[in-house]
T-cell receptor
């Protein structure tokens, strides 16, 4: 499994765009990049997944450069409710029983 | 929207006692998992389960742990003789249908286990 590195914490004001970058230098050809979000005292929640270029859904965008050695999760106009830990995971997309390997994640604090 | 449910939300037990944590995965999912998170630490994989048998397990999942799908809806984690270090939040997750395998796992709200 490719090792991931992301900032331990970030602060942002409400209404700003937040970009969290994850490094994964040893990503394999068939690996996908997936981001999960975890609120305090809750289970992780899937946000977005991508393989290359850009993916966007109703919650976030994921930017992946051509070399795929890093990725950036972009949260547009954050609110206080976006305060959470964000995890970057790298692994196979269609392995039905692949365990998720979580790192320490990035703790995002949104300030009013 | 379908969701994974877990009971109880909080379990307090004495060291050496057996506990059973219960989960109801999303009904058409095929793959089931248990994870745990010790307070302030990472979410750690324990075990995955498919087609009524364990698919994969971590080093944490030793002989004190067992999983079972006793009927068509429940998925349980049993700890035979709890230790203080078993105190953690335990999360159940499920994923994948017959139509679509998916890396996306749906987590339950967790059971906080406190061993005294």
């Amino acid at each position: 499994l490719a090792k991931t590195t992301q900032p331990i914490s970030m602060d942002s004001y409400e209404g700003q765009e937040v970009n969290i970058t994850c490094s994964h230098n040893n990503i394999a050809t068939n690996d996908y990049i997936t981001w999960y979000q975890q609120f305090p005292s809750q289970g992780p929640r899937f946000i977005i997944q991508g393989y290359k270029t850009k993916v966007t859904n109703e919650v976030a965008s994921l930017f992946i450069p051509a070399d795929r050695k890093s990725s950036t999760l972009s949260l547009p106009r954050v609110s206080l409710s976006d305060t959470a830990v964000y995890y970057c995971l790298v692994g196979g997309a269609f392995s039905g029983n692949t365990p998720l390997v979580f790192g320490k994640g990035t703790r995002l604090s949104v300030i009013a | 929207e379908p969701e994974v449910t877990q009971t109880p939300s909080h379990q307090v037990t004495q060291m050496g006692q057996e506990v059973i944590l219960r989960c109801v995965p999303i009904s058409n999912h095929l793959y089931f998992y248990w994870y745990r998170q010790i307070l302030g630490q990472k979410v750690e994989f324990l075990v995955s389960f498919y087609n009524n048998e364990i698919s994969e397990k971590s080093e944490i999942f030793d002989d004190q742990f067992s999983v079972e799908r006793p009927d068509g809806s429940n998925f349980t984690l049993k700890i035979r003789s709890t230790k203080l270090e078993d105190s953690a939040m335990y999360f159940c997750a499920s994923s994948g249908t017959e139509l679509r395998l998916s890396y996306e796992q749906y987590f339950g709200p967790g059971t906080r286990l406190t061993v005294t």
